[in-house]
């Protein structure tokens, strides 16, 4: 059965700096492209941060670009991701996301997801 659990979230001043971690289990990790995501009250889940699964190359939301950071240990089969000058339009739950990239559409999984608040 494949879980991934997220963690780290939680409520961070403005400028503040969180890291959350998501531990995946069950799966080939490294036959997974990570993702994070994030979804804000009354708005549709956006796309993060990706990682690749063998260049470890990553792609940003141009709103996260120079703030956030991916990264991936395939040894303890987890993702990262360091958010760092955060915002109040950075509150949402954050979920994380595997896809098979060995196929076009590869089987793809979603974490239970955490919520990061940013608030005075």
């Known amino acids: 059965q494949v879980q991934l659990v997220e963690s780290g979230g939680g409520l961070v001043q403005p400028g503040g700096s969180l890291r959350l971690s998501c531990a995946a289990f069950?799966?080939?990790?490294?036959?997974?492209?990570m993702s994070w995501y994030r979804q804000a009250p009354g708005k549709e889940r956006e796309l993060v941060a990706t990682?690749?699964?063998?260049?470890?190359?990553?792609k940003y939301a141009d709103s996260v670009k120079g703030r956030f950071t991916i990264f991936r240990d395939d040894v303890e089969f987890t993702v990262y991701l360091q958010m760092s000058y955060l915002n109040p339009q950075d509150t949402a739950v954050y979920f994380c996301?595997?896809?098979?990239?060995?196929?076009?559409?590869?089987?793809?999984?979603w974490g239970q997801g955490t919520q990061v608040t940013v608030s005075p």
């Open positions: 996301h595997a896809q098979d990239s060995r196929a076009i559409s590869g089987a793809e999984y």
């Open positions: 069950g799966l080939t990790f490294t036959d997974y492209r």
């Open positions: 990682i690749d699964d063998f260049t470890h190359r990553t």
